[in-house]
């Protein structure tokens, strides 16, 4: 369920050196991440077949941010939090601290250790989240999917955007942007008032939201030291942050009532 709740107070930091459990967990986190629809199609995508654009989408973002997190988790804490570690243990523990910001919550290094650059990544990571239709919050691997089409069109300079053989409609990469931006907002809100509020240090402040927004549920110890504005706030945010993007995109999918007005085109440069 991505939910992250263990039965020790040290979340999986006990089976550090245990792989078999590492892994299966980690298993069932890129599943219950992915929506049960995209599960199913991937056997057919192993055999080439077309599937799906949403759930081609997914399944690509997804190793892509699982190699992501793993290769810079890696190669960041080698020395630091996986520093104890042998060099199995390393490779495992970076794999799976990369599966679990997928938004379930579990750890089986020390975060608060982790540096500077890694929690940027752990963050970007957080933020992204799992796919639609899964149990995993954030903005959702499609989201970035489509922005990056999106990106690709405009460098490229063609005039609509394209994923693996399917064009994306001008409306879809609007909604892309929406869930993006509000995303983005709701951060900064509840960033902003968690500084004013707690005598906490930015940086676990920023980490903090971060989890919140994204219904993720790691944190470097910043959880203990909120008082109950601190507390109230983190509550609110979990709560928007899971159901806000969901709302939104529900609104979004909406057909629109109103007729298209015929505007004149602006030419605005943005650069």
């Not at 990106?151 to 001008?170: P, Q, Y």
């Not at 907002?185 to 903090?208: G, H, K, P």
Request: charge should be positive; include cysteine.
């Amino acid at each position: 369920c991505n939910a992250g709740f263990a039965l020790q107070t040290d979340s999986l930091v006990p089976y550090a050196g245990k792989p078999l459990i590492l892994h299966t967990i980690g298993i069932l986190i890129i599943t219950g991440g992915l929506a049960p629809a995209t599960v199913l199609v991937i056997p057919a995508l192993l055999k080439r077949q077309k599937i799906p654009p949403a759930a081609y989408l997914a399944l690509v973002y997804t190793l892509f941010f699982l190699m992501f997190g793993f290769v810079m988790i890696l190669s960041l804490e080698w020395s630091r939090s996986l520093g104890d570690f042998g060099v199995f243990d390393k490779l495992n523990n970076a794999w799976f601290q990369s599966v679990t910001l997928r938004t379930a919550g579990f750890n089986s290094i020390d975060i608060s250790q982790s540096a500077a650059p890694t929690m940027l990544i752990m963050m970007a990571l957080m933020f992204v989240g799992g796919s639609p239709g899964g149990t995993a919050g954030g903005v959702k691997t499609v989201t970035i999917g489509v922005l990056m089409a999106a990106l690709w069109t405009n460098v490229v300079g063609r005039k609509d955007a394209e994923a693996h053989g399917w064009e994306i409609s001008s409306t879809l990469v609007y909604r892309a942007i929406a869930i993006f931006g509000s995303g983005v907002l709701l951060w900064f809100v509840l960033t902003f008032m968690l500084t004013v509020t707690q005598a906490i240090s930015t940086r676990d402040i920023i980490f903090e939201a971060t989890s919140t927004l994204a219904t993720v549920g790691l944190s470097t110890g910043a959880t203990g030291q909120l008082d109950e504005i601190g507390k109230c706030l983190i509550i609110i945010g979990m709560f928007v942050g899971r159901i806000g993007p969901l709302t939104l995109f529900v609104l979004l999918t909406q057909d629109p009532k109103v007729k298209r007005r015929s505007l004149p085109q602006a030419e605005i440069p943005l650069s």
